[in-house]
């Protein structure tokens, strides 16, 4: 695990990081966040799920106190989001899907001035942009202009300048959206550490695969609802116990074998781009033994079949009807495009 520095001000413990109760925010006529509820425990990794224009980023705005809710209330770290608001901004950070940076400025010049404005005084501001820049692998290029930077050296300092004074909650919009694999591991294990040593991270992500290596627990939302809620194994559970895949030895036979199995396992049958293969969520593994034995009497063969666990990319098509899309915010007027 990467040795992420933190300050002094360790965050203090709470059971619950944000409270949520029937959330709402309109735009115009539009409700971008229509009645979300949520519970976040402190101290672990909550992912928070949606296609583009579903109301997360409307959501976290709101959260960080940048938006006012229209309807509902919350508590984050057991204060009033509305009524203690000086409160809720002393305890949080918030790192957006682009780097808040100043590009002429080197980046310890940049953890400095932040540090700076966090009032440390000047020698403490410097040593402490040096001991983020340490731990976060960026010594070397301390003095380098941002604008020189790869972007998953970017990144990184953009998330050194939301812990230059620990947060107890770190809200991280798409934290590693456009950054390659090896970048992207190097954010899993800042996220990784800062849980570690106490922070609650609030992540939105448009990488399945992220959110099922780094959430504790995942909320779905969809046009401005919360629709589902658990561990990713949970999730996963919720949508059928198993996934099946057949492979046939005469692409020809699809049509028949898809009729078959949706009579006999009661479900969708998926035809994948490959025209040989077919795909099925399952709810009783007992009944596959079955179906396959009478895709072999109605003499359609089947060269390789297996059985396992749905991806995190089929339970969010399942819950939300969408494939997760690519790159690309919302705007804070999400629903209104």
Avoid: C
Wanted: glycine share 8%; hydrophobic share 40%.
């Amino acid at each position: 695990m990467m040795a992420v520095a933190f300050s002094s001000k360790q965050p203090i413990q709470k059971e619950w990081a944000i409270e949520a109760h029937g959330l709402v925010k309109l735009f115009g006529t539009n409700r971008a966040v229509d009645g979300v509820d949520l519970a976040v425990p402190s101290g672990i990794v909550y992912g928070f799920l949606g296609p583009n224009g579903a109301g997360k980023t409307t959501t976290i705005r709101m959260l960080s106190t940048l938006l006012v809710p229209d309807e509902g209330h919350a508590r984050i770290m057991g204060y009033d989001l509305v009524e203690e608001a000086e409160q809720v901004r002393s305890r949080i950070s918030l790192t957006g899907q682009y780097a808040s940076l100043d590009e002429d400025l080197s980046g310890a010049e940049n953890l400095t001035m932040i540090a700076r404005l966090m009032g440390y005084p000047r020698r403490q501001a410097k040593e402490r942009a040096y001991e983020l820049l340490s731990a976060f692998g960026l010594e070397e290029a301390a003095a380098r202009q941002i604008k020189n930077y790869s972007g998953g050296m970017r990144r990184r300092v953009d998330i050194a300048a939301s812990i230059v004074v620990a947060p107890e909650l770190l809200f991280l919009d798409e934290p590693t959206t456009g950054l390659d694999p090896r970048s992207r591991n190097q954010v899993w294990e800042i996220v990784r550490a800062l849980v570690h040593n106490g922070t609650t991270v609030m992540l939105t992500t448009q990488y399945l695969e992220e959110a099922d290596q780094l959430a504790d627990r995942i909320a779905v939302i969809d046009q401005g609802k919360v629709i589902a809620e658990g561990t990713s194994g949970e999730l996963k559970a919720s949508v059928g116990s198993g996934k099946l895949l057949v492979r046939l030895m005469d692409p020809n036979t699809r049509p028949a074998a898809k009729a078959l199995l949706a009579d006999r396992l009661g479900t969708d049958i998926l035809l994948p781009s490959d025209p040989a293969v077919l795909q099925a969520l399952v709810s009783d593994p007992e009944q596959v033994a079955d179906a396959l034995k009478e895709l072999a009497q109605a003499n359609i063969p089947v060269t390789e079949f297996s059985l396992g666990q749905p991806s995190l990319d089929e339970v969010f098509l399942t819950l939300t009807g969408r494939p997760v899309e690519g790159s690309g915010g919302e705007t804070e007027e999400e629903g209104t495009k």
